[in-house]
């Protein structure tokens, strides 16, 4: 994992976060006593660029990572163009744009600063993840449309049947 956020951070982009899957799926296998790692499906780069919307920057990155590291499943996305995908006001920041990620336990991300220090963002707090819960961040829970998102991605992702002590709980957070 560090090896990975070392790879990101040559990049020099502003605003860079890896999350999601990668920050959740390892603490999950880590409270599963699970010897090695679960399958990540993708590794979510994202980063905060209103000067450059163009997902052609997006697949060029993607690109650049893939010749640094061809056996990670990348995927980069520019938070600053991301908010139409959900029909959202705009983000004003990568971790404005993590705290609306469809769940709290998903709501999470990692960077190394300048001084290789391990940097954590997670606006709704840690507490779902490390107590196994998932739930719909109040932005998927305060609109009808998103949630139907949020319960498509539960049958979807089938995340009960790779990490069996998950709850589910879709009441808001206090």
Not at 19 to 32: E, N, P, S, T, Y
Not at 40 to 68: G, H, M, Q
Not at 72 to 88: I, Y
Request: glycine share 2%.
């Amino acid at each position: 994992m560090m090896d990975i956020l070392s790879t990101v951070r040559t990049l020099g982009l502003p605003d860079w976060w890896i999350c999601a899957g990668f920050v959740r799926g390892k603490i999950w296998d880590v409270l599963h006593d699970f010897v090695s790692r679960t399958a990540t499906p993708d590794i979510d780069v994202i980063y905060f660029d209103p000067n450059d919307l163009s997902e052609t920057e997006e697949k060029r990155l993607e690109a650049k990572l893939n010749r640094l590291h061809p056996n990670v499943p990348w995927s980069v996305k520019n938070q600053a163009r991301m908010h139409l995908v959900n029909d959202l006001p705009p983000y004003t920041s990568s971790e404005d744009a993590i705290s609306k990620f469809p769940e709290t336990a998903t709501a999470l991300g990692v960077h190394l600063d300048k001084h290789n220090n391990l940097i954590l963002t997670a606006r709704h707090g840690i507490e779902d993840v490390l107590n196994m819960i998932i739930r719909p961040t109040p932005t998927f829970i305060d609109n009808k449309s998103l949630t139907a998102i949020y319960e498509s991605r539960l049958a979807k992702k089938n995340w009960l049947a790779i990490w069996p002590k998950l709850r589910i709980d879709n009441n808001r957070v206090e």
